[in-house]
């Protein structure tokens, strides 16, 4: 088959859609299948618009864009790519770069696919201007983009629920997945914790260093646990730590949590090994689609402590295969921290339980492909 991703970024971008795009793509290569992306030059450091990255043809097209990622808009349409495609699976409907490329493929005639994420999520952003004019403009791409799309995918099962209460729409539910290797990879807990001098115990975060990802929330939280326990915080993502050191300086506890940046995949598979669980403080709905740091704690068999918001409920079950925690709050945080600090055995068996949920890319592409093959071809 000729497939055809449409993203508004790829590589060398790295971020939770571009990865994920990445993991499809180089993965339907490997079964034979001709792979092309397209996608819009921003953030492309300067690479060629037209290049072969790991057998798969990115093509890079001119584009506008207003201060937001998901309001790229194509000045380019790679028609000659998209009229002589098999299928067009475009990402996340909230991108107007997405639904425009998928609009010109639709008037060629090609059949379409778009992954629906993050619907209806602004109801509870804390930007009141976000939560007017966003949730305006994404109603509005919605409705384009279900009238655009042949085959309606969704990652989250609060989307698929979503879509079916209030749109009359059966979606297809396609979540993420994580790399074989990822799953089967040698416990790396004790390397982690030797290169980098770390406590026994320590709580992890993994994300970017965002106001709406509560990591301040998180610090907070810490002052409640140092109080009671020895225990660190290791924070691995992008972002500028600045605010959140001092945040942990003015509260007594810069010592104890501990900023690492972006890591390689090694640094990140033994900081979760070496872990007692992985917090997600997420602070409302927006920005929790589908967490894949949810996927990758449980691919190493870890608990997680999540805040309810977003796709994370309907993931992660309260004492079942995780602890939930309602957002904003950093005592409730501190108390589930405090709770699996102290029943481990109990940390083991969420851990394992998770784990049941897990998909690798093999698997998830695999379902895309038989997708695509039978509803493509009705």
């Known amino acids: 088959m000729k497939i055809v991703h449409v993203v508004h970024h790829y590589w060398p971008v790295v971020g939770g859609i571009e990865n994920v795009v990445r993991a499809l793509a180089e993965g339907m290569t490997k079964l034979g299948?001709?792979?092309?992306?397209?996608?819009?030059?921003?953030?492309?450091?300067?690479?060629?618009?037209?290049?072969?990255?790991?057998?798969?043809?990115?093509?890079?097209?001119?584009?506008?864009?207003?201060?937001?990622?998901?309001?790229?808009?194509?000045?380019?349409?790679?028609?000659?790519?998209l009229k002589n495609a098999d299928i067009i699976h475009g990402h996340s409907q909230n991108s107007l770069f997405t639904v425009k490329i998928i609009e010109r493929a639709k008037r060629l005639g090609v059949k379409t696919v778009i992954h629906f994420m993050a619907v209806?999520?602004?109801?509870?952003?804390?930007?009141?201007?976000?939560?007017?004019?966003?949730s305006r403009y994404a109603d509005l791409v919605l409705k384009k983009a279900l009238n655009l799309a042949d085959i309606i995918l969704v990652r989250s099962l609060r989307d698929k629920d979503i879509l079916d209460r209030r749109y009359g729409i059966n979606a297809d539910y396609v979540p993420d997945g994580v790399p074989c290797w990822f799953v089967m990879h040698k416990y790396s807990g004790d390397m982690f914790r030797n290169n980098y001098g770390m406590n026994d115990n320590y709580m992890l975060y993994m994300?970017?260093?965002?106001?709406?990802?509560?990591?301040?929330?998180?610090?907070?939280?810490?002052?409640?646990?140092?109080?009671?326990?020895?225990?660190?915080?290791?924070?691995i993502g992008p972002g500028d730590p600045r605010p959140y050191n001092k945040l942990a300086e003015r509260i007594g506890i810069k010592d104890k949590v501990h900023f690492l940046g972006f890591v390689d995949d090694e640094t990140k598979i033994g900081a979760i090994d070496g872990s007692l669980g992985i917090a997600i403080p997420s602070i409302c709905n927006y920005v929790e689609v589908y967490p894949m740091v949810i996927t990758e704690a449980w691919a190493r068999n870890k608990p997680v402590i999540a805040t309810m918001v977003g796709g994370i409920p309907y993931r992660v079950r309260h004492m079942v295969n995780g602890l939930l925690v309602p957002p904003r709050?950093?005592?409730?945080?501190?108390?589930?921290?405090?709770?699996?600090?102290?029943?481990?055995?109990?940390?083991?068996?969420?851990?394992?339980?998770?784990?049941?949920?897990?998909?690798?890319?093999?698997?998830?592409?695999?379902?895309?492909?038989?997708?695509?093959?039978?509803?493509?071809?009705?």
């Open 120 to 134: 209806d999520t602004f109801d509870d952003h804390p930007n009141l201007l976000v939560r007017l004019f966003g």
């Open 329 to 378: 709050d950093p005592k409730a945080l501190a108390n589930a921290i405090l709770y699996l600090a102290s029943n481990k055995e109990l940390g083991r068996k969420l851990g394992a339980e998770g784990r049941k949920n897990v998909l690798t890319w093999d698997e998830v592409i695999t379902k895309l492909i038989e997708i695509y093959l039978i509803r493509g071809s009705s």
């Open 33 to 81: 299948h001709e792979v092309h992306v397209v996608t819009s030059t921003f953030n492309a450091e300067g690479r060629p618009r037209e290049e072969v990255i790991n057998e798969v043809y990115v093509h890079r097209v001119r584009s506008l864009r207003l201060s937001y990622p998901d309001l790229t808009y194509p000045l380019d349409y790679p028609v000659g790519v």
């Open 207 to 235: 994300g970017r260093l965002h106001p709406l990802k509560g990591v301040d929330v998180l610090i907070r939280a810490m002052d409640y646990v140092r109080r009671e326990i020895d225990l660190d915080l290791v924070v």
